[in-house]
């Protein structure tokens, strides 16, 4: 009995001690999940993207450096945050402008095909019936003016020749018997009247030599290589020398092929602009006409050559001409090639763009960036800071883009250089920050 009672006490001694153990367990527990708890809501805060953050939090928000996070510049990039001193808008590094209201552009898509700006190239072909000699040129080359491009033997050519040596030496004979009876007749032997024939023969005889000139000359031959003619140079050859400065963007001539005045065999010039020729139908025609003679009409170009790309241009001129069988009139749109990546004879889809009545709010295309899936806007918040935005983009015309969502009008936005802000924005990703 006495044993069992030591055993008792023991127990009941024991109990609180326990209880105790037990209750430090229980609060040490609760201790570290609340921790855990905190860090874990701090840590989504941290992941949770600026674009989801109203602008004062991301404005209130400091870093681990005891300042504002938008101030620091180690970490104002985590709450998309960009300081831009007004010397680099100056300098035109960056481009500031308003979101504005604008009339929403009507799209029309039309076919068309690329073709030479006639006003910027020279076609360069034979001026009479003859064979090709020799050619001076390859596709690609640059010629200036006068540069020899090719030469073409031609019977007209030998025979323009011909006749043009034999008016310079009747011209030679008329020349002497005009000095000789002029000497004549100061010495009182020859008549006056035989003095007036000399005269006219010489004049004649230079009339004659002019014709025969011009005609070469309009054969194609420089009134250089003419006035070098002998008769034992005259072999019927002509050069076809560059009218003007340019690049050879065709070429169809080789040694020895039939050439005919009605074949184009070179075409000289700058392809840096293009024109692009494409179908009207009828039932277009008047609203096309009426926003052409009022403004500028844009247009965008595609290609399957170059897949997610446009090429900017302006409708130029309509057609005052409808052809019978298609029942469409051309129009012509007058586009930049940067690197001449638009060919003759490439076909294009043609979307112009004619203003609407309905009004939305726009911004320039370049304004809006990406990230992860999702457009975004620099904004504007006070003195030299600027804070990326989300926005939700509608439709799309030449240099615009609506806005649905995100902003309501009159903000100062970034336009121009905005990809700039957003590479350095989006070092955060890269593990910068705080935390380095």
């Known amino acids: 009995m006495r044993i069992w009672g030591v055993i008792i006490v023991i127990v009941l001694a024991a109990l609180p001690l326990a209880a105790c153990r037990k209750w430090d367990g229980l609060s040490n527990g609760a201790g570290a999940r609340a921790a855990q708890a905190d860090e874990q809501n701090r840590g989504a805060e941290a992941e949770t993207s600026d674009l989801d953050l109203p602008v004062d939090t991301l404005f209130s928000r400091a870093c681990g450096h005891g300042v504002k996070a938008y101030e620091c510049g180690e970490c104002r990039y985590e709450v998309g945050v960009v300081k831009a001193p007004p010397g680099l808008f100056a300098d035109g ?4 402008t308003k979101v504005v209201r604008r009339r ?3 799209s029309l898509t039309l076919t068309g095909e690329v073709g030479f700006d006639e006003r910027r190239v020279r076609h360069v072909s034979a001026p009479a019936d003859g064979i090709i000699r020799r050619v001076h040129t390859v596709l690609g080359d640059s010629l200036t003016a006068g540069q020899p491009i090719l030469e073409i033997e031609s019977v007209a050519v030998g025979e323009a020749e011909e006749d043009y040596l034999a008016a310079r030496a009747l011209l030679t004979l008329a020349r002497r018997n005009h000095d000789r009876v002029a000497e004549l007749q100061r010495e009182g032997i020859a008549s006056e009247r035989e003095f007036f024939e000399a005269r006219q023969e010489l004049e004649a005889a230079d009339i004659r030599v002019g014709a025969a000139l011009g005609r070469l000359m309009r054969l194609g031959m420089s009134g250089e290589d003419a006035a070098a003619l002998t008769p034992d140079a005259a ?3 002509v050069t076809l020398r560059a009218s003007a400065s340019g690049t050879v963007l065709s070429l169809q001539a080789v040694p020895g092929k039939a050439a005919r005045p009605d074949e184009s065999l070179a075409v000289i010039g700058d392809n840096s602009t293009v024109w692009v020729s494409a179908d009207l139908y009828e ?3 008047k609203r096309v006409a009426r926003s052409c003679a009022s403004e500028t009409v844009p247009a965008a170009l595609s290609t399957t050559a170059y897949p997610g790309e446009t090429f900017s241009g302006t409708v130029d001129f309509i057609s005052p001409v409808m052809e019978e069988t298609s029942r469409t009139a051309k129009l012509r749109v007058k586009a930049s090639n940067p690197g001449g990546r638009l060919l003759a004879g490439m076909f294009v889809t043609v979307k112009i763009f004619l203003p609407g009545d309905e009004e939305t709010a726009a911004v320039p295309e370049t304004a809006v960036l ?3 899936g999702r457009a975004f806007v620099f904004v504007h918040h006070h ?3 600027y804070v990326r935005r ?3 983009t509608g439709r799309t015309w030449p240099d615009w883009t609506e806005i649905v969502e995100g902003l309501t009008g009159g903000e100062t936005i970034v336009a121009d250089g905005s990809f700039l802000m957003k590479s350095d924005v ?3 990703k890269m593990g910068a920050g705080c935390a380095d």
């Open 426 to 428: 989006l070092r955060s």
């Open 283 to 285: 039932r277009d025609l």
């Open 104 to 106: 929403v552009e009507q």
């Open 390 to 392: 989300p926005v939700e």
């Open 383 to 385: 003195d030299d800071y």
């Open 370 to 372: 990406e990230d992860e």
């Open 235 to 237: 072999r019927g050859l």
């Open 93 to 96: 590094l960056f481009k500031e």
